[in-house]
């Protein structure tokens, strides 16, 4: 599975219809066989949605058979995402519409920000994902949080491991 990167900005109509960036589109095709698709929910942490491939949401549902996984983590995840989810296939143009609830849970109306975030992306209202990076890069400069302070703490629990 390829990785989700970057972040753009593209118009949603009056029906709710965007089209997928291109570098999502192909990420979201690899792999797959056929029509392509994506699945959509409400994020857990943000006014946001949040959408990946439906590979992504049958290794989350293995995980969740994991006897070690909290029954209330399990009910969780089963309510607010796998309850919340729907499928969507990309048209022939890499279009989605995209459902009126989710647009009105994130705020979005007539621009969308797509967000990359590694094995899923993000779609904001592009105001709200601005505040939600400024606070983000706040807290990082506060904590002395950088690429290098991640790579090290990793490289310490793995070896923790």
């Known amino acids: ?15 709710g219809r965007v ?10 095709a690899a792999g797959q066989a056929g029509t392509v698709g994506m699945v959509i929910f409400p994020s857990l942490q943000a006014q946001a949605l949040e959408a990946a491939p439906y590979s992504y949401l049958e290794k989350l549902a293995e ?34 519409i995209l459902p009126e609830h989710l647009l009105t849970y994130a705020g979005i109306t007539e621009n969308i920000s797509f967000v990359g975030t590694r094995n899923t992306f993000h779609l904001w209202d592009p105001v709200l994902f601005e505040q939600h ?3 983000k890069r706040e807290i990082a400069r506060a904590n002395n949080i950088s690429l290098s302070t991640i790579l090290a703490k990793a490289k310490s629990l793995a070896k923790g491991a």
Do not use: C, W
């Open 63 to 96: 995980a969740l058979e994991n006897p070690n996984v909290p029954d209330e983590d399990r009910d969780l995840i089963d309510t607010a995402v796998f309850g919340r989810s729907v499928q969507l296939a990309l048209d022939p143009e890499g279009r989605v």
């Open 1 to 15: 599975m390829g990785l989700f990167l970057s972040t753009y900005v593209n118009k949603v109509d009056k029906k």
């Open 19 to 28: 089209s997928i960036p291109a570098p999502f589109r192909a990420t979201l």
């Open 133 to 135: 990076d400024k606070a």
